[in-house]
């Protein structure tokens, strides 16, 4: 069973910073995807960054030049690292992890539980 554990979240002024933090555990197939999502209230729930195991990255276009993923695929993290944080940025992360499995042919998806950013005026 995989599970994903986020940490990190907080309240923060803005202009700050924050750094997330999320740990896969179980059976992970060697080659997958881990990204950032959030949803913030009354909205759907969006991609902020992706990052393959190969290191290729993938921002929303708000995220670009602000935010940075990053992985230790030793460890099975994944981490964002979120400067000049804006309150358009409140929401609550999440982490998922995704590969597609070719026995059976599949493609799984895992979620963490979230965790709350907020970004103060």
């Known amino acids: 069973q995989v599970q994903l554990v986020e940490s990190g979240g907080g309240l923060v002024q803005a202009g700050g910073s924050l750094r997330l933090s999320c740990a896969a555990s179980g059976t992970i197939f060697s080659r997958n995807v881990m990204s950032w999502y959030r949803q913030a209230p009354g909205k759907q729930r969006e991609l902020v960054a992706g990052i393959t195991t190969g290191g290729t990255t993938n921002y929303k276009e708000s995220a670009k030049g602000r935010f940075t993923i990053s992985r230790d695929n030793a460890e099975n993290t994944v981490y964002l690292q979120m400067n000049n944080l804006k309150p358009e940025d409140t929401a609550v992360y999440y982490c998922?992890?995704?590969?597609?499995?070719?026995?059976?042919?599949?493609?799984?998806?895992?979620w963490g539980q979230g965790t709350q950013v907020t970004v103060a005026s």
């Open positions: 998922h992890l995704t590969w597609t499995s070719l026995a059976p042919l599949k493609t799984l998806n895992y």
